[in-house]
């Protein structure tokens, strides 16, 4: 189960529930990987809902990788994530939105 007060959130994949969390070394791979210099841009987009479906990628494998997962991007492109694309983009923008959060 995930926590929110640890930044973490769950994730239904392919009808198993896995908990992403943005640590550290996860935002590191997720600047590399979407080229940012900073991760103020992401959360730019996602405040103005100008996101695209890489960042929501993105963020998923980063937040996945951050709780324990060891797969990849493209082992998410046939899976079925639980409530479709909306679901995913939800999950990703509490990912980032939790990642920031002051403590409670």
């Known amino acids: 189960m995930a926590n929110p007060y ?3 959130v769950a994730l239904v994949i392919d009808g198993q529930a896995h908990v992403c969390k943005l640590t550290l070394g996860a935002l590191a791979e997720l600047e590399t990987q979407l080229g940012e210099d900073t991760l103020v841009d992401l959360v730019r987009r996602f405040e103005a809902g100008a ?3 890489r960042d929501v990628m993105a963020l998923l494998v980063a ?5 324990g997962w ?7 492109l046939s899976a079925q994530i639980e409530d479709g694309p909306v679901g995913a983009a939800k999950a990703a923008a509490m990912l ?9």
């Not at 937040?63 to 709780?67: A, D, P, V």
Request: proline content about 11%.
């Open 96 to 104: 980032l939105a939790r990642a920031f959060a002051p403590p409670p």
């Open 70 to 76: 060891r797969g990849t991007a493209s082992d998410l």
């Open 6 to 8: 640890a930044g973490e």
């Open 51 to 53: 996101y695209a479906s």
């Open 63 to 67: 937040g996945l990788r951050g709780g």
